[in-house]
């Protein structure tokens, strides 16, 4: 059976990282999604998951996001039941095999190019490149060499 989930939002805690007794690197961390539906109050519901990370992705994960950074999450969804401190029955959403996307605002924000563009970097016109000449953004994709 299919059981693959896409998710964007924010990371609402903190992220905590350890290394098992194998050695691979693990991290964790709740994901606020927020619904496109408003409630009666006006509101916007949120939905909190609980994503798990391993390995160099785990690595990458806690070197270059922090909590309130948006993200996109692909994983495996779990319904995951245990009971609390206080022995009430809870459940949560665990999405686990993990693997993530940088959204564009995130790029944006980190390489300082979409000041003063909305947090999105610009899409068309002349750009600097790496090697810091101008280049026109066309002609670098240009697909009239594609064979299809």
């Known amino acids: 059976m299919l059981n693959v989930i896409l998710l964007e939002g924010r990371i609402a805690s903190d992220i905590t990282s350890r290394t098992t007794s194998t050695g691979i ?3 964790n961390f709740s994901l606020a ?3 496109e539906r408003k409630g009666a109050d006006g509101k916007r519901e949120v939905t909190f998951f609980s994503c798990s990370f391993y390995g160099v992705k785990a690595t990458t994960v806690c070197k270059y996001f922090e909590r309130g950074d948006p993200i996109i999450v692909k994983g495996t969804a779990r319904l995951l039941k ?23 605002t995130t790029r944006a924000k980190n390489d300082g190019s979409a000041a003063g563009n909305g947090g999105y970097a610009q899409t068309s016109g002349d750009q600097q490149s790496a090697s810091g000449t101008q280049t026109d953004a066309n002609a670098v994709f240009d697909d009239s060499e594609l064979p299809f």
Request: some cysteine; overall charge negative.
């Open 82 to 104: 245990y009971k609390d401190r206080n022995g009430n029955d809870q459940a949560k959403i665990w999405i686990s095999d993990c693997d993530f996307c940088f959204p564009l």
């Open 33 to 35: 999604n927020e619904s």
């Open 25 to 27: 690197q693990t991290c």
